[in-house]
């Protein structure tokens, strides 16, 4: 019998059937999975219809059927997409939904408060208020810590925040740079110290994005309302609270450009890298040998520009001071160099004494260039040179580093990333995650509006388009907008094929090139403006800039090429010095010249002890130095798995007979050592750690009512629920596909199982015992039977694009997302590693830690000094004074991942991110390195390579790797004078492997 098209249309059905399936229990869902089952094997009739038999059990099937459809029609808005019934509207939405509410107009009212906010407290203060009405919120605050990170707070007002903008309010502090210059012992000008204000500033209420110039305004009902703030991250002194009307706010009654010209000629100049205040702690100078720049030295490096690199993101500020000789009218211009946003201009606002002149130096275009150049500031309508009016004395100008003109424009961008991974998510539940290559699907039956959302937002981009060649005054897209025509090729491409559409998802959001990871790299893009400043010109007739000569610039090659013959800063030297520390370091130079600075100015001062820093050409030639004999006395930043072979062989000093050395230790996971350790004998000390945690995207699990979990088997029961909707979970040895899998990545789950990797005996391998074999059972089961993908070639991208919104990864991943995915970067967090529960209910979470290790040599003749060296370097106060250091000279992204846990507590990370980090890293364990240990290493990624690639049984490519790896130690053995003819002729001294948690 025909089931009546009013109640299944065969498109409807499978749309909403599928829609069911996600969230019913499993009785339910066999049932659906049955008649759905039905839908796509009988056929359909012309009208839409489904012919079934009439058995008792299809007439049951009917019944359910059109119970089930019903409740679908109310149920399936919901599971479409995600995040978007958990989103506050956006203060765009905001004001567009208030357009005609009366802005408040009195005169500006004061509020007391006098509050501390210290990280994860509330406080609240009243206000009343005389109208209903908007207002202007503005804040005077104080930032009495010395934190680097700008202070977070979420802000509600009578119990809600009104938009999006509210939860993540920044309070920057401002930083003032150290006025004389210090230069390392070379001779080279380094860049300086900047030390906190703390003083007493103001801010209005803005959007953290930078997408406007204006402040935001808020709703306050007629009467008393009550303002919450919390702090997000750390401490604010909240002074009083300002409300203003639209007259008390210069950006919002900006005059008219000045029409009269200047009429001396006078010049000043001001050196871009004499800054004398900045709002973020990462802003520095640096130092050029350009013939262009001032000042100029052809022998030493001298800071003569501030550096793009650190002048880069949306909202940094620097303020010089000037001493004007005279009132009058003048120009100012800029000796620059914008070099990033190809084709496109940065945006400067520009405050001269804390204010804007005239509305041409709000959003100031200034112009791409590859090379230092002048520019005048313009006027925006006629392209003129724009005077201003200053009194003679000093006076101050600001630079801040706006996105405002295309603000709209990128604020639209992310919301269009979010329905394009919508789209995608969409799709995924109708056909689910694998689509037949060979079928062509026309998606427009099963989900209508699907190209026209397409021809939308191609549309859309053809408009953004026009408006950046418009601010670019170009006739094709710049360079620094690629990504949009990219995109918008790309969308019309799925349009003009949509019956292959189904077959192309991956090109909406989930490849690292979809039109989604396309477009979030532009959001990231965007926020990178960096504009190099050489020198700020005030002048009034014309403008004259140094300009060398030919002959000068060759004498200036000249003197290069022959100082390029002397001695190189921080140049391994193999002719040592008795009384300093040759110390060798595997870090890039701007580590090493951090690290000469403090050694200098504290650990020198203090001991007396010369400690010379050379930059490590290779760290495979540490083997070969020290066979030649020129090995340093210390190596910093050696692989962790290094020592144990350096060791064994007498290279390296056992370093727990100093004196101190247990102390030190204390401070630092003691499962770190064990990979350096040979019987009693310690032969390096940890210096970073690589940390393993679970990352979830907490939009899509609150989307579809996960939970994060806390074992393994937890998150193996959200599998389903993230397959059904195209997604999956990320376990590390997916990271090169099938490519060598580390211990770092195979060794978690074993050890959660309370499996080893080695006996007691060196004679027989560990990897055949049960609790091994189950823990890679267990490891395996992930691949063969959950189904999480194999290969995963980058756990950031797709965390980012949300196909893989929950995975555990380590450090590097963790920076990547922090400070390159600015499009998620309210929707994320970490948690505890998943693991197993143990007999007594206990979740074990062991996991790798093991990342770069400080090591001595056997050969060095000034072992006292260098370990005095060693034990400075290593204790908190100075891991602590790094970590901190790197930060805040060369901006966030540089994060020292210490292996001190003292240390760590303190560094400039996210507050709540450090809590988690520090409770994993109780959970730290490594896999003791002996002889044939790489052997044991290549055979564990061997089996999980034939049973999750080759589909072989895995007890039996256990037995066979057993046999390899007994066979290789015992050649080993053998090698090393431990075993001979058959017998074991002294016992080799096996690290206790610690596996108690402390």
């Known amino acids: 019998m025909l089931i009546s098209k009013v109640i299944t249309p065969y498109k409807l059905a499978i749309i909403l059937l599928t829609a069911l399936y996600l969230k019913c229990n499993i009785y339910l869902k066999r049932l659906v999975k049955r008649f759905y089952l039905l839908l796509i094997n009988n056929t359909i009739n012309d009208e839409g219809g489904l012919f079934l038999k009439n058995s008792k059990e ?105 938009y999006q903008e509210m939860k993540n309010l920044q309070f920057k502090n401002t930083w003032i740079p150290e006025e004389i210059l210090s230069t390392d012992r070379y001779g080279n000008e380094m860049s300086p110290e900047v030390d906190p204000l703390n003083e007493t500033q103001f801010t209005y209420l803005s959007d953290i994005n930078g997408y406007s110039d204006f402040p935001l305004a808020v709703w306050f009902e007629q009467g008393s309302n009550e303002l919450e703030l919390s702090s997000i991250e750390g401490e604010l002194s909240l002074e009083s609270i300002e409300l203003s009307a639209k007259k008390d706010i210069n950006r919002l009654n900006l005059s008219k450009d000045l029409t009269e010209e200047p009429t001396g000629n006078h010049q000043i100049t001001v050196e871009g890298e004499k800054n004398v205040t900045q709002n973020s702690s990462s802003i520095r100078p640096n130092g050029a040998f350009d013939d262009y720049l001032t000042p100029y030295d052809s022998r030493k490096r001298v800071m003569n520009f ?115 991974q919508s789209l995608s998510l969409s799709i995924d539940n109708l056909l689910g995650s694998s689509v037949d290559k060979n079928r062509d699907i026309n998606l427009e039956e099963y989900l209508p509006g699907t190209m026209s959302q397409l021809e939308s937002w191609i549309i859309e981009l053809e408009d953004f388009e026009k408006q950046i060649q418009a601010l670019a005054q170009v006739d094709k897209t710049p360079g620094a907008f690629t990504q949009i025509v990219t995109v918008r090729k790309q969308l019309e491409s799925l349009l003009n094929d949509p019956r292959r559409l189904a077959n192309r998802t991956n090109e909406l959001s989930k490849d690292s090139g979809s039109a989604a990871a396309n477009l979030a790299t532009l959001l990231q893009e965007s926020n990178r403006n960096n504009l190099s400043i050489d020198q700020i010109i005030f002048y009034q007739d014309s403008l004259t800039l140094k300009k060398p000569n030919v002959f000068l610039k060759a004498i200036n090659s000249v003197r290069r090429f022959t100082n390029s013959f002397n001695e190189q800063a921080y140049a391994v030297n193999v002719e040592k010095e008795d009384e300093s520390v040759q110390v060798w370091v595997n870090r890039p130079r701007q580590y090493v010249e951090l690290m000469q600075r403090m050694i200098d100015q504290d650990f020198t001062e203090k001991t007396g002890i010369k400690v010379d820093l050379s930059i490590m050409p290779d760290a495979n030639k540490l083997i070969l130095s020290n066979a030649s004999g020129n090995a340093p006395d210390v190596a910093l930043g050696v692989n962790y798995a290094m020592p144990f072979d350096m060791g064994i062989r007498d290279a390296l000093v056992d370093l727990s007979d100093f004196e101190g050395f247990d102390e030190l230790i204390e401070q630092y996971p003691s499962k770190l050592l064990t990979p350096s350790t040979i019987g009693e004998k310690v032969y390096a000390i940890p210096e970073t750690m690589n940390f393993y945690v679970l990352f979830y995207r907490s939009d899509i699990l609150e989307s579809l009512n996960l939970e994060v979990p806390d074992t393994m088997n937890e998150l193996i029961e959200m599998l389903p629920a993230l397959n059904q909707r195209g997604m999956s979970a990320f376990y590390p040895t997916a990271t090169l596909g099938t490519s060598f899998k580390i211990f770092p990545w195979t060794m978690p789950i074993v050890y959660q199982n309370d499996g080893e990797f080695y006996t007691d005996d060196i004679l027989k391998s560990g990897v055949n015992q049960d609790n091994t074999v189950e823990g890679l059972r267990q490891l395996t089961n992930l691949f063969t ?80 000094n260098s370990w005095e060296f060693m034990n400075w370097w290593l204790q908190s106060d100075t891991q602590k004074d790094f970590g901190t250091g790197l930060q805040t000279v060369y901006g966030k992204e540089y994060m020292w991942n210490t292996a001190n846990l003292e240390a760590f507590q303190d560094l400039p990370w996210p507050t709540t991110d450090k809590d988690v980090i520090l409770q994993q890293s109780q959970w730290i364990n490594e896999v003791p390195r002996v002889l044939g240990t790489y052997m044991v290493e290549r055979e564990i990624s061997n089996v999980y390579n034939s049973v999750v690639v080759d589909g072989k049984n895995l007890r039996k490519a256990i037995d066979l790797s057993t046999k390899r790896i007994n066979r290789e130690t015992l050649r080993k053995l053998e090698e090393f004078g431990y075993y001979y003819d058959g017998e074991l002729i002294q016992q080799y001294p096996m690290p206790v492997e610690r596996k108690e948690q402390e």
């Open 785 to 864: 039977i959950y189904n999480m993908p194999k290969d995963v070639p980058s756990f950031y991208q797709q965390f980012r694009d949300g196909s893989t919104p929950i995975g555990i990864a380590d450090f590097g991943n963790y920076n990547l997302i922090l400070n390159a995915a600015p499009e998620i970067s309210n929707v994320w967090d970490i948690a505890l590693m998943p693991g197993y529960e143990n007999q007594e209910g206990t979740v074990e979470r062991w996991s790798s830690g093991g990342a770069e290790s400080s090591i001595m040599f056997e050969s060095s003749e000034n072992k006292e």
């Open 58 to 162: 299809e007439k049951l099937l009917q019944f359910l059927c059109m119970f089930f459809l019903t409740f679908c029609i109310f149920y399936y808005g919901n599971v479409n997409g995600y995040a978007d019934d958990t989103q506050v509207e956006n203060y765009k939405s905001f004001s567009e939904k208030n357009k005609e509410a009366n802005y408040f107009d009195g005169e500006k009212l004061t509020i007391k408060s006098e509050m501390v906010i210290s990280p994860g407290t509330k406080k609240s203060i009243s206000v009343n208020v005389p109208s209903a009405g908007l207002y202007f919120l503005g804040f005077h605050y104080s930032i009495q810590t010395e934190s680097i990170l700008p202070t977070q707070v979420e802000l509600k007002i009578n119990g809600k925040s009104q």
């Open 306 to 420: 501030l550096d793009g690199m650190s002048f880069s993101n949306i909202g940094d500020q620097v303020t010089y001071e000037v001493d004007i000789p005279e009132d009058g009218y003048y120009y100012i211009a800029l000796n620059y160099r914008q070099d990033t946003k190809i084709d496109f201009p940065v945006f400067l606002n520009i405050e001269v004494n804390d204010e804007i002149p005239s509305e041409s130096f709000l959003s100031q275009p200034i112009p791409y260039t590859s090379s230092f150049s002048s520019y005048t500031f313009k006027k925006k309508e006629t392209d003129q040179n724009v005077a201003i009016y200053l009194e003679k004395g000093t006076q101050k100008l600001s630079l801040e580093i706006t996105t405002s003109p295309t603000g709209e424009i990128l604020s639209r961008i992310a919301e269009i990333i979010k329905e394009l």
